[in-house]
């Protein structure tokens, strides 16, 4: 980081250990820490769910209706994972300006299609149009009870309407004043974005600006726990707020998102769809995670292992299945996590790396 930039968040320096032979990048989250945000996750990637097919209906939806564009990127990987071994028989990646919506196909039942039990926010600087979009390609919506409005997003306009995927995915659009891309460092004009060589590749730019949140339900009573969580492996000081079902634990990513908990009663499903987070501070947040036995595998991916440090900084990710309260070791929930380090090949704002390596050499 240059001289003159400042710790990307308070809590970092005595959470950051050296990082010794791997050399990992870490960015400058000055934004974050502006605004009073404690936190060493960078940015929330992707949602991953999986789909029966890809036919006609989720094209519509995810492309015609939202305003996603594809990424060609996808079939890499989905090659890739097949040469490994894996079930994977293919993959769509939807981008929803610098962030993600993955959509594998044709799993076995019962893991063939995915929902997260709660709402994904997506973010529009038109949402006139986006009601057209939706219109002419046949696609329901509605309003959202006032209640619900998520209105406490900085940069971000209430809840302007909900819709629902073919698969299930609920979705809520927000309204933004400009067309911005959602960076780490918050909303960023894109033609700026565009000249600071931030970007996902695509054919054609995407409609929707970003992803500010994943709101997902907790069981009832474990919103303090997932706080504790998220603190002891990730340094991250989240937020509790009374929502309109409850508790709710919210978890600062970046300058701009959040990952929301919100306690409902009875039991929360969780099918295997899975979220991935871009962080600083990458190898102490994997020591964290496997002295608590919480590093995974996931079997569908045979190629990507983590049994060791060193398996871990290789793929420059780990994994997170279980979320337990380190104070009890209680299993609060499942939601996989795919850790990323800022070193992989994904990660949108690597020219801000580069950036700040050649300002640490002045």
Partial sequence: MGAGSSRFVDIAS???????????????LKLASESSRKT?????????????????????????????????????VCHNVQ??????????WANAGLQQIHMPIGEPPPMDSQKPPGVVGLAYSDIM????????????????????????????????LQCTSPTGVKIYAHGIRAESWLT?????????????????PSEEASQCMGMPYIRLQCPAGSSSGLARFYRHVFATESEFRKGSEGEECWVPIGAGQWLV?????????????????????????YRAAKALGLVWNNPRFPNLTYDSEEDA????????????????SEVLCEVEHEIRALSHGGFCAKAWLEQESEDSKI
């Fill in 184 to 200: 780490p460092r918050g909303w960023l004009d894109c033609e700026a974005a565009r000249k600071q060589k931030l970007g996902l």
């Fill in 129 to 160: 149009g986006l009601r057209a979009t939706l219109r002419g390609a046949g696609v329901n919506f509605s309003v959202v009870p006032l209640k619900d409005h998520m209105s406490n997003l900085p940069g971000v306009g209430p809840v302007a």
């Fill in 40 to 76: 060493t996750l960078v940015s929330l990637e992707h949602l991953n769910v999986n789909v029966p097919e890809w036919n006609s209906e989720n094209d519509c939806f995810w492309f015609k209706a939202m305003g996603l564009v594809p990424d060609s990127r996808a079939q890499g």
């Fill in 261 to 285: 908990y919100q306690e409902v009663a009875g039991e929360v499903p969780y099918d295997g769809y899975h979220i991935a987070i871009y962080v600083n501070c990458f190898v102490t947040a």
């Fill in 313 to 328: 900084v290789r793929h420059h990710e780990f994994r997170i299945l279980k979320l337990v309260d380190p104070q009890s």
């Fill in 83 to 92: 040469s490994a071994g894996g079930s994977l028989q293919g993959l769509v």
């Fill in 14 to 28: 005595s959470f950051c250990v050296s990082r010794g032979k791997y050399h990992l990048p870490d960015i400058d």
